[in-house]
């Protein structure tokens, strides 16, 4: 049974950091695509960083690229998801997903590629 459980979300500040954390369990597979997504209230749920655990190839949506870093623990099976200066747009409900059969260009194919879902973490940041 693949799992998928994130962690580290909150409350911040416009400017502020936030790192989650993405542990998966239940599977060994070489070459998988981990992906964060958001979905804020009223929108669609959109990919913002991706991972391809086989070497490491971080993905990143424009909206995050030079704010967000995507990184992996293959130790731990955990991806996490550094976060810098936020902004309130950034707000949103946050999703791990796991790809497990095919392990690269993560942030195409949308929602429907995944297999594996997490629970999601709240961020949020205020003005």
């Known amino acids: 049974q693949v799992q998928l459980v994130e962690s580290g979300g909150g409350s911040v500040q416009a400017g502020g950091s936030l790192r989650l954390s993405c542990a998966a369990s239940?599977?060994?597979?070489?070459?998988?695509?981990v992906t964060w997504f958001r979905q804020a209230p009223g929108k669609e749920r959109e990919g913002v960083a991706g991972?391809?655990?086989?070497?490491?190839?971080?993905y990143y949506a424009d909206s995050v690229k030079g704010r967000f870093t995507i990184s992996q623990d293959n130790a731990k099976n955990t991806v996490y998801l550094q976060m810098n200066s936020l902004k309130p747009e950034d707000t949103a409900m946050y999703y791990c997903?796991?790809?497990?059969?095919?392990?690269?260009?993560?942030?195409?194919?949308?929602?429907?590629?995944?297999?594996?879902w997490g629970q999601g973490t709240q961020v949020t940041v205020s003005s």
């Open positions: 991972i391809g655990t086989r070497i490491g190839t971080p």
């Open positions: 997903a796991a790809d497990v059969n095919w392990g690269a260009s993560c942030l195409s194919g949308g929602v429907g590629r995944y297999d594996y």
């Open positions: 239940g599977y060994n597979y070489r070459s998988v695509c």
